[in-house]
Antibody, heavy 119, light 112 residues
Framework: EVQLVESGGGLVQPGGSLRLSCAAS????????MHWVRQAPGKGLVWVSR????????SYADSVKGRFTISRDNAKNTLYLQMNSLRAEDTAVYYC????????????WGQGTLVTVSS | QSALTQPASVSGSPGQSITISCTGT?????????VSWYQQHPGKAPKLMIY???NRPSGVSNRFSGSKSGNTASLTISGLQAEDEADYYC????????????FGGGTKLTVL
């Protein structure tokens, strides 16, 4: 069974940092591209970042470029999102999602972790 | 990148059919057959309901169907049931972003 479990969310002050983790199991993690998607309270889904299977290629939404860094450890089956210089508008539930390249869309999602940026 | 356009809300009575539209451009919906639909219940993760415009993953009810015409994709739910009440999001591959994907703004389905 495919499982994605996010952790690392919490309350952080504006300008602070946080690192999210996503532990994957039930599939060959090193074969899949992965995404981070966020959802602000009461709002829609927004792509944040994606990484290819071996970590050699990454991409970011303009709103987080230069502040967030996506990475992965295929030996540990874990995806990361390092978030620096956090702003109030980064407050959201952050989901990790597995990209199915055959359908060019995420097919499995974690349950999400809440990040709240507030003083 | 700009989100795909969905109606904010739709509603229907049990047993009826509803359709949710998702309008994009030739750089996304109109240019590729990589449109997906997700169902999200409150406090839950999104669930893939339709991929490649009209295909259902294993385990998804055949009451859910998808189609596309030009730059607009559609999700139809027939025989509405109370458990179908949720938010629905369309997504498409896009050549306009290095993230390769764009979501719609979401549609709240209310089963009356």
């Amino acid at each position: 069974e495919v499982q994605l479990v996010e952790s690392g969310g919490g309350l952080v002050q504006p300008g602070g940092s946080l690192r999210l983790s996503c532990a994957a199991s039930g599939f060959t993690f090193s074969s899949y591209w992965m995404h981070w998607v966020r959802q602000a309270p009461g709002k829609g889904l927004v792509w944040v970042s994606r990484i290819n299977s071996d970590g050699s290629s990454t991409s970011y939404a303009d709103s987080v470029k230069g502040r967030f860094t996506i990475s992965r450890d295929n030996a540990k089956n874990t995806l990361y999102l390092q978030m620096n210089s956090l702003r109030a508008e980064d407050t959201a539930v952050y989901y990790c999602a597995r990209l199915n390249v055959d359908i060019v869309a995420p097919d499995y999602w974690g349950q999400g972790t809440l990040v709240t940026v507030s003083s | 990148q700009s989100a795909l356009t969905q109606p904010a809300s739709v509603s229907g009575s049990p047993g009826q059919s509803i359709t949710i539209s998702c309008t994009g451009t030739s750089s996304d919906v109109g240019g590729y057959n990589y449109v997906s639909w997700y169902q999200q219940h409150p406090g839950k993760a999104p669930k893939l309901m339709i991929y490649d415009v009209s295909n259902r993953p294993s385990g998804v009810s055949n009451r859910f169907s998808g189609s596309k015409s030009g730059n607009t994709a559609s999700l139809t739910i027939s025989g509405l049931q109370a458990e179908d009440e949720a938010d629905y999001y369309c997504s498409s591959y896009t050549s306009s972003s290095t993230l390769e994907g764009v979501f719609g703004g979401g549609t709240k389905l209310t089963v009356l």
